[in-house]
T-cell receptor, first 117, second 114 residues
Framework: GAVVSQHPSWVICKSGTSVKIECRSL??????MFWYRQFPKQSLMLMAT?????????EQGVEKDKFLINHASLTLSTLTVTSAHPEDSSFYIC?????????????FGSGTRLTVV | AQSVTQLGSHVSVSEGALVLLRCNYS??????LFWYVQYPNQGLQLLLK??????LVKGINGFEAEFKKSETSFHLTKPSAHMSDAAEYFC????????????FGTGTRLQVTL
């Protein structure tokens, strides 16, 4: 089945630094990937839709310059949290859909726990 | 616009008892509906989905859900709860289309007691 690999699983960084999170589709090509943010004991909030070869589409209220998304290939999308601050600490999850399948099988990465100190 | 509402942020059942997690949706177009399970510090695993085929959908781990258009519902059930079912469950909705995004409900934490 479709597999999405997300790396790193957890990261601790100092305030003011940048952190990059990678999301890879291992056995399929993903022209579209989705980035979500999840606060403790809360639901997933869509941050942006990542489109291969073009600019990402950000949801209302998400700072484009803070959360940089790059989708340079059909198997890799990256989310960079720039100048991270403690309020950016959260669980970030990516998702992709294998368009070869017509059953709307969205596959999720295992998530990245970001802690900014 | 689409949305889902999950009634009950926390549900507790005894092991062996029926599990019922509620989800109601709102959609201006025919919806596709999903149930996902999340274990602590992990991503989401698909339990089952409705994509306009059979209204009664069977998923993994003994879960099933029924799409009821008249009630705008897609409740998740399992006849007999296991301890391993304890987790967070999310209902989600999307519309057809290659880049359709999922909109999630607020989640229901299922606790299974002895």
């Amino acid at each position: 089945g479709a597999v999405v690999s997300q790396h790193p699983s957890w990261v601790i960084c100092k305030s003011g630094t940048s952190v990059k999170i990678e999301c890879r589709s291992l056995d399929f090509q993903a022209t579209t990937m989705f980035w979500y943010r999840q606060f403790p004991k809360q639901s997933l909030m869509l941050m942006a839709t990542s489109n291969e070869g073009s600019k990402a589409t950000y949801e209302q209220g998400v700072e484009k310059d803070k959360f940089l998304i790059n989708h340079a290939s059909l198997t890799l999308s990256t989310l960079t949290v720039t100048s991270a601050h403690p309020e950016d600490s959260s669980f970030y999850i990516c998702s992709a859909r294998d368009l070869r399948r017509d059953d709307y099988g969205y596959t999720f990465g295992s998530g990245t726990r970001l802690t900014v100190v | 616009a689409q949305s889902v509402t999950q009634l009950g942020s926390h549900v507790s059942v005894s092991e062996g008892a029926l599990v019922l997690l509620r989800c109601n949706y709102s959609s201006s177009v025919p919806p596709y509906l999903f149930w996902y399970v999340q274990y602590p510090n992990q991503g989401l695993q698909l339990l089952l989905k409705y994509t306009s085929a059979a209204t009664l959908v069977k998923g993994i781990n003994g879960f099933e859900a029924e799409f009821k258009k008249s009630e705008t519902s897609f409740h998740l059930t399992k006849p007999s709860a296991h301890m391993s079912d304890a987790a967070e469950y999310f209902c989600a909705v999307t519309a057809s289309g290659t880049a359709s995004k999922l909109t999630f409900g607020t989640g229901t934490r299922l606790q299974v007691t002895l």
